[in-house]
């Protein structure tokens, strides 16, 4: 399938896109997400010594 024609592309500014905590076992993520039709855009911080919780 090819959505590329759906994609808006664009200078995101992640200073403005809110950062969402996931705590782990040990440590935290943070995401960043956009949700666009069809795509999903997300930059994650992992903390140092994150350990995932499953």
Known sequence: MNNKKNIPFQVINWDDIEKVNYPGEKGNTFWQTLI???LRVRIVEYSKGY???H
């Open 36 to 38: 666009f039709s069809g």
């Open 51 to 53: 350990l995932a919780d």
